[in-house]
């Protein structure tokens, strides 16, 4: 393998250097919440509920409160009073902290206990004695909507959470009445738990002298928490700092505004004393927000030679008991309506419908943008089914209905303005690195001798980099991002961010950028991010959309820096301002180039001798709005041996070939695209948080709940292709999660390849191998 670079020297964009963080991370030296010890802490543990669906009639704490070390204990009346039993969520809607009539999910928080240790509030949380009227549960969002159906919220009329639609009903209906060929299939894209690290949890500081809130918490964006606390508490905003401090995964899980946050920070100000939280693994399971959970209906028209003509798609959406998403506010269903995919669709339409059902909040962007991985699983479904029906190559029918790329910016009929792209560049590459005609022959050959083997194709896009401003918001806050760069006189650099990594890397690639443009050692590059009282304000780090934002702005800032640094090379070197030239971190006069100042030349004479007529300092802050979305894209396939004894399926090899414009560092890219490949090898055959119909949760720990490990996953065969953003000021899109996005639909594409002549059309996810043997063995196959 070629080797990494030291992150030493300027290592502007391209540059394979090693992560900065990584040395405190490999050293375990970094700082998590839980790793924050405060003098005089209490602790925080909560009591959960056992039913899905209950009203409350009596809670009793008497014995609780005998347990020593036992400091408070608090419910949802108490909270009601301070007016804090229900909160807002991200998209609107109302949650409740604690509840103060029924509870509406199993694992749901009732009760907080509030002790001297961890141990204590635990012994005293299964002291608390609720009685319970157990109430009819509704788990099932199909059951949820209709009539008759038990009303989830004490607030709600009915059930339902949302009815939206995209694009244009009617044109999409006559182009399926005049199809050649209608193909539909139902899916289910199962509800999944993000599986992070580090469950979520957060400290509360009061300081009742200054009257400052402190919160150190697992949240992905710390801005906006502190903006909706202010709101709901009332402390004015300067008087609250969030601090997330470093994160051990987050995957769109820790978006969320979790009870535990308010409950902790309410029982600080009422106590005077720090106060923290942390989940268990199983609580954070069983409890925190969920992903996906959507039940889809497709369809796909075509003419007989291939050529798509509409896409039609129906989608309900279980979204538990309250309505948490954190899309931005336009897009109810999330930017589901990139659902048309690579595919030059005139006509297309889109339903989805929201539920309210008794379990957990869900609907998270788990490493995708808002639901772009049930829309590319869903169309990158569809046409592989439409390939079999008509006999045809899926690979060739693919190449055949691709956005050419002359096209760009292409218009999708959803809507969707398409930055750039090149499908059949990227398809023809994988088709090539994977060998795949031949692949196909022997898949023949296999066939005759009775043996499974299956070839699954995806070709995704994506769309990140939420976003330009006219179209998208949380809670009303425009989702731009910044930076903010200040280069101190020896030629230091601190950087600030609005965005907050969970793990990407951004200490190493926000210091590449401002590398590539200032030629400032990356070394001599300190970036900062998560603390709302020193960072620039920011919507925060998930949906891929820190380098599409905040990475834009530090491309921004930086050449303000430039702009600035130049005039003052200019004072230096006696010269006028359009002579200077600027090259790898020197100035100086055109044809003179061995008369430079270097940038640390330029930052010492602007704190030491600016010219007269500028300000001293070297600085510069970018609230960078986006003027569109990136839309990165891949094509994968995957191969698959099917073992008939067992219904085990191996994934033999996989090529990615992915295209995330200009790359900052290609070694961070790898890392990024291998581990979402694992994550959706993780949802395509292993993963699941499985509901009985009362709600009850199966499991509800890594018992259970299987996650892949270096055991199972395959090995990764990576490629590129690079088709730079026209619009963002490094050509680069967001990558962080195109893999998850992409994958799931080649994996499951490949094992329906594999069974197809078997009459198996479809395989809901995660393929266990029973579901695979249950196919098997129907015809007569299984050993
Ligand atoms: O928002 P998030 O950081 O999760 O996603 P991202 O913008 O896709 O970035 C993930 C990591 O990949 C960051 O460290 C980026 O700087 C890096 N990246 C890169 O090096 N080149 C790209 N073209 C895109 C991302």
Redesign the pocket.
């Known amino acids: 393998m070629e080797e990494t670079l030291p992150p030493t020297g300027v290592h502007g964009m391209g540059h394979k250097i090693r992560r900065k963080e990584d040395v405190r991370f490999l050293m375990g030296k970094g700082t998590y919440v839980d790793d924050i010890k405060l003098p005089n802490m209490a602790y925080l543990v909560f009591v959960r509920s056992p039913y899905a669906h209950a009203k409350i009639k009596k809670i009793n704490v008497e014995k609780a409160k005998s347990i020593p070390g036992v400091i408070d204990i608090i419910t949802g009346e108490e909270l009601d009073k301070a007016g804090l039993a229900w909160i807002p969520t991200l998209m609107g809607d109302k949650m409740m902290v604690l509840p103060t009539d029924k509870v509406v999910f199993q694992g749901q928080e009732v009760v907080a206990i509030i002790a001297e240790d961890r141990y204590a509030a635990m012994d005293a949380a299964n002291q608390v004695e609720i009685e319970y009227e157990p109430l009819e549960p509704i788990a099932d969002p199909k059951k949820a909507l209709e009539p008759n159906s038990p009303i989830v919220r004490p607030d709600k009329k009915s059930n339902l959470v949302f009815r939206w639609e995209a694009g244009d009903k009617e044109a999409t209906d006559k182009v399926f009445k005049e199809a050649d060929i209608v193909v539909s299939q139902d899916f289910y894209y199962q509800r999944l738990h993000v599986a992070y690290m580090e469950p979520v949890g957060s400290i509360a500081h009061y300081d009742p002298v200054s009257g400052k809130l402190t919160l150190w918490m697992t949240t992905q964006a710390p801005h906006v928490v502190r903006t909706v606390f202010s709101l709901v508490t009332k402390i004015p905003e300067n008087k609250i700092r969030i601090v997330s401090p470093d994160i051990g995964g987050g995957f769109g899980g820790k978006v969320y505004v979790y009870p535990g946050y308010v409950v902790s920070a309410y029982a600080s100000i009422k106590l005077g004393r720090p106060v923290k939280w942390i989940n268990t693994r199983s609580e954070d399971m069983r409890s925190t927000a969920f992903a996906r959970d959507f039940h889809i209906h497709g369809e796909l028209a075509a003419k007989k030679d291939g050529i798509i003509v509409g896409l039609r798609i129906k989608v309900i959406s279980d979204h538990g008991a309250f309505y948490g998403d954190a899309n931005p506010s336009k897009f109810p269903a999330g930017l589901f309506s990139i659902c048309t995919g690579a595919y030059d669709i005139k006509a297309a339409y889109v339903e989805v419908t929201g539920a309210y059902t008794n379990k957990p909040a869900g609907g998270i962007a788990y490493r995708c943008s808002f639901r772009v991985t049930e829309a590319s699983y869903t169309i990158e479904r569809l046409v592989d089914t439409l390939a079999h029906e008509l006999g045809m190559d899926p690979a060739e029918l693919r190449l055949k209905n691709f956005i050419p790329s002359e096209k760009f910016p292409y218009r999708s009929a959803l809507g969707w303005t398409y930055d750039s792209g090149n499908y059949a560049s990227a398809l023809k590459k994988a088709m090539e690195k994977i060998g795949y005609y031949e692949l196909r022959k022997e898949q023949e050959e296999k066939k005759k001798k009775g043996e499974l083997m299956g070839i699954g194709i995806s070709t995704f896009v994506e769309i ?2 939420a976003g330009p401003a006219d179209l998208f918001d949380i809670v009303g806050i425009k989702m731009f991002d910044s930076a903010e760069i200040r280069i101190h006189p020896t030629g230091k650099v601190i950087a600030r961010f609005g ?1 907050r ?2 793990g ?3 200490e ?3 210091a ?2 401002i590398s590539e443009i200032l030629g400032i050692p990356v070394e001599d590059i300190i970036v900062e991010e998560g603390d709302t009282d020193t960072c620039p304000y920011g919507l925060g ?8 934002t905040a ?1 834009a702005a530090a491309a921004v800032a930086s050449r303000k820096i430039l702009d600035k640094a130049k005039k003052i090379a200019a004072h230096l070197l006696e010269a006028r301002e359009e002579d200077i030239v600027f090259e790898k971190g020197k100035f100086y006069v055109k044809g003179y180039p061995d008369k430079y100042k270097t940038i640390q030349d330029v930052a010492l004479a602007a704190y030491t001798n600016p010219p007269p007529n500028i300000e001293a300092g070297l600085e510069a802050v970018t609230y960078y709005n986006p003027p569109n979305m990136t839309f ?1 894209f891949g094509a994968y396939i995957c191969v698959v041996d099917v073992d008939k004894g067992t219904g085990q399926v191996k994934v033999r090899r996989f090529v990615a070939v992915d295209d ?7 070694v ?2 790898d890392g ?1 695209i291998m581990g979402a490949l694992t994550m959706g090898f993780g949802t395509a055959f292993m993963e699941e948080i499985r509901y009985d119909e009362n709600g009850n949760i199966y499991g509800g720990s890594f018992a259970e709940y299987l996650i892949p490990t270096a055991v199972e996953t395959p090995r990764w065969e990576l490629d590129k292709t690079v088709t730079p953003s026209p619009h963002h000021p490094l050509g ?7 893999a998850t996005v992409g994958s799931p639909a080649a994996f499951v594409n490949a094992v329906v390849d594999a069974l197809w002549d078997l009459g198996a059309k479809h395989i809901d996810m995660p393929i266990w191998p029973w579901k695979v043997w249950k196919v098997l063995k129907e015809k007569g196959m299984a050993s």
Do not use: D, F, L, M
């Not at 780090?541 to 599409?548: F, G, I, L, V």
């Open positions: 990140v980099g965005t990594a969970q990407q890397g951004h190493t690639t926000y590449q950028i780090t998930y949906a891929s959309r820190s380098t599409p990475g990165p995330c414009g200009n790359i900052i560092n290609p961070i890219v990024q680069a899109k967001g990558v962080g999660e195109s």
